[in-house]
């Protein structure tokens, strides 16, 4: 069984997986927090880089502060292959951002930014975050989650009148509140937010600055999205999403934040770092320097612009009437239907969407009254301006017939046309 293919060795797991490569190549994936990395992430995902254990970092870092690579480092032999890829990863990542210092070693999101406030705050500190209702995540401080039982979140949102962030409040907000840290991202805003004026607050009321820029890693470096860098102490990311990567997160800081970092992700919060996933994020970092990529990331942005008007010509209600970005947030209280409705019709279409509370919401987060879109994973197939047309016009459709499963059977079939114009992996 060892050396067998996971088709002899277990056929349940294998019928799985290739039930869940048809249902992508089929259909369409709308969630923006999804993307199909190159194959050649996939590979380095799968490698003998799973095997090895590299606690520690591939440099060591000196009394006053600065860094060598050394393989002293880790505390495990055996790692000198290993190394090459981290350093890779963190030199390529420094690259695409301007990045004083970059972390590789978070698992996930959500780790990457409790880690942020484990090394620098102080169980209890005060820190204002987006409130998920508005568009925020979960660990920028809502109370279900770990940030905001750990810590004193204060939370602002956005204008009920226009649904954009309304900078003089949350700068009122911060001189009120005295906050040890602000954070700014968002993962359900569709327009520009400005990282500059985030960190001018901050500074202001002398916070530190954060940015979770997770949902638009990829537009930042590909120059489809203003950065954070260089004026924000801390930067988080995941690695999959736009930026086209693994499953996995970064944390990149000023200097001055780094050994606080470093100590905090290992060994405060984390062990072993995954370094076949660090492979593939110095793969995906490679692919971003390329560039292709910027045509890439400002395609994304055309798309989700077209996808925006065509869902709008069909009397979609969008929130904020648009997007600058790669997300759509359409409020469906207009179209008599949930969210949850929608999802389930869509998905029976063939399109995949998450369900999603609007700003003001009166429906709940299992029953929201919006649902969540984007483009990424489509740009990534090859999709233009003129397929987000006939994106829009099976989402009007599905939605539309969504009581009647012999009519959303039709606009599967539509979908599987569509899809198949544009595979995945050739």
Known sequence: MFNDSLEKSDVDVFNAIVSEDNRTAEGLELIPSENFPSKSVLQALGSV?????????????????????????????????????????????????????VNVQPYSGSPANIEVYFALLVFGDRIMGMSLDHGGHLTHGHPVNFSGRAYNFVQYGVDEESNLLDYDNIRKMAEREQPKLILSGATAYPRTIDFREFADIAKDVGAISMSDIAHIAGLIVGDAHPSPFPFTDVVTTTTHKTLRGPRGAMIMCKKDFAQKIDKAVFPGMQGGPHEHAIAAKAVAFNEALQPGFKDYARQIVKNAKALADGLMSHGFKLVTDGTDNHLILVDLRNKNITGKEAEAALDEAGITVNKNTIPYDTGTPWNPSGIRLGTPAITTRGMKESEMKTVAELISKAIDVADDDSLLEKVRGNVRELSERFPIYS
Do not use: Q, S
């Open 49 to 101: 880089m799973n095997n090895k254990y590299a606690e520690g970092y591939p440099f060591f870092r000196k009394k006053d502060g600065t860094v060598e690579w050394d393989k002293t480092g880790r505390y495990y032999g055996g790692n000198r292959y290993i190394d090459v890829v981290e350093k890779l990863a963190i030199e390529r990542a420094k690259k695409l951002f301007g990045a004083e210092h």
